[in-house]
Structures are given as C-alpha cells and as structure tokens.
C-alpha cells in the first residue's frame, strides 16, 4: 500500500494534470456516483489534497471526490485520448481538453459535500500527517509522549494512521532505525533521547522520501553506494527490505521479523 509521500506525490501530479481546467468528459463505475457525472460537466477541480492515505479532489460546486486506494488503487495520468491499457478496473475517469486522470481497482470512493469533508470517518481519525509542511516537530513529539499511546509496541503504533497519518511499513522499520529503538519497544520503554529522535525522523525521513521519490538514505551514502555500482533498490534505504545484507551503519546483517502480518527490518547492533 502506498505510503505518506507516494499519496503526496500522486495529488501532485493529479493536481497538476486537471487542476483549473474544465471537466469536459467524466465517467463514475459505481452506480450510487452516477448521479454526477453530469452535473461536475463543465465545471474545475479546484484542488487535490491528500489525506493520510486517502485524496480529496475538490470541485467547484462544493462537492469532493474521496478515494482511499487501498492496496490495489491506482491512479494514471495520461494525455487526453491515450487510454491506458491495463487489466485494472476502471473506477474513476476526469476528462480536460489536454488530460485525463483514471483511478483503477479503487474500492472506497465517495462524493462528500464540503460540510462532510472533516467528519469522514477516516479522514476525523487521522493523526498529524508526517509529509505535510505546516505539521511540526512539537506536535509530533505530543504523540510520543501521550498516554493514549504510551505502552503499545512501536511496530504496531507506527503503522496507526491515527498516530501518525502516512507512516506506512516502510518508513515504520526506517523511523525505528534511525532513532535506534528497538522495534518491540513502547515508548514507555524509551529513553528521552529515543522519543526525541522518533518525533525527528518521523517528519524528516517522511518528507524527505516524498521529496526524493522514495529515498530515506542521506545524500552522501547514496552517492557513495551509486559510485560502487549499487541499483536504486540497494541504497533507497537503510533497514526496509534489506534482510541477510549488512548494515550501513556497523555491518552485521539486517534481519527481519514479523508482526501483526508485516515484516520489521532491523539491525540487532544499531537497535537491540
């Protein structure tokens, strides 16, 4: 399931594909969205705002487009009349006179009115979004430090959106990494230092993976890790998806665990 900024990214280009232009042609697959097809004709997609892991793309009669993705949803964005060819279902279509924007195999998708937005029984839940600039360190720090989420094991807290909202699994193993905490602590068993370092990296590994198309190693390990002939998926991260390889840190291997169905990377050095 796309994380934080794979969501951030896509409202992006969502955004930038339709937002401003008239919608000159639209297409709803479920029955109960029919209803607008017509009635959003002629009109503009005034903004495309992720929330958690769901977006919002608002029009200009006060009415908005929610759709979570889940794991299969997708979203393409192609040049009006390049129809992709896939075997996804198609859910949602906008047409403007340069761009379309399809939403494939999407399960949760509603119309809200602009009064409904905030009271969605997602979206009212959800926790400070990691990716999001006005969000700060103070606020995430409070989560850290609530009783309402003291003494549950981190591995399971982080993957709460309404924790925090976009933390997904694989910023879930690099958040713990960098802050060097175990994965089976809670912040209860946390010293200051941890807690402080959670709140940190949580922000900063979020953003800067929204903004580096999916990196959360820093500049000159890249850089060092590319000039010895490493692919994109050996130095996008430090922990995620890296078992039996060593770590970038001290060297001994990376290894994995399971926990509530998802797989925990982590160095044993570095954490344990």
């Known amino acids: 399931m796309p994380e934080g900024p ?41 903004s495309v705002t992720p929330r958690g892991k769901a977006i919002i793309t608002a029009f200009e009669n ?10 299969y949803g997708k979203w393409v964005i192609r040049n009006r009349g390049n129809v992709p060819n896939n075997n996804r279902s198609l859910r949602v279509a906008i047409h403007t006179k340069d761009k379309s924007a399809f939403l494939y195999s999407a399960s949760e998708i509603e119309m809200l009115k602009d009064e409904d937005v905030e009271s969605h029984s997602y979206i009212e839940k959800l926790g400070p979004d990691v990716v999001h600039p006005k969000t700060t360190y103070e606020e995430v720090l409070k989560r850290y430090r609530s009783d309402t989420f003291k003494n549950r094991k981190l591995s399971t807290l982080l993957l709460d959106q309404g924790f925090l909202s976009g933390v997904g699994n694989y910023l879930r193993s690099e958040i713990l990494f960098t802050s060097k905490v175990d994965p089976e602590f809670r912040p209860i ?7 402080e370092a959670l709140a940190e990296n949580s922000i900063y590994l979020s953003r800067r993976s929204y903004e580096t198309r999916g990196l959360t190693t820093p500049d000159d390990l890249v850089k060092v890790l590319k000039e010895e ?3 994109r998926r ?39």
């Not at 006060?62 to 794991?71: E, I, K, R, V």
């Not at 068993?189 to 807690?195: F, M, N």
Request: hydrophobic share 30%; with cysteine; net charge negative.
């Open 229 to 231: 002939g490493a692919s």
């Open 234 to 272: 050996q130095y996008r991260h430090y922990a995620y998806g890296r078992a039996g390889k060593p770590c970038y840190k001290c060297g001994r291997k990376i290894q994995v665990m399971e926990t509530g169905g998802r797989k925990v990377y982590f160095c044993e050095t570095e954490q344990k």
């Open 62 to 71: 006060d009415l908005n487009l929610y759709s979570h993705n889940q794991l």
């Open 6 to 46: 794979e969501i951030w990214r896509t409202a992006d280009k969502i955004g930038e594909a339709i937002s401003g232009k008239e919608i000159e042609d639209l297409f709803f697959a479920f029955d109960e969205l029919k209803v607008f097809e017509e009635s959003l004709l002629g009109l503009k997609v005034t």
């Open 189 to 195: 068993d946390c010293t200051e230092a941890q807690i």
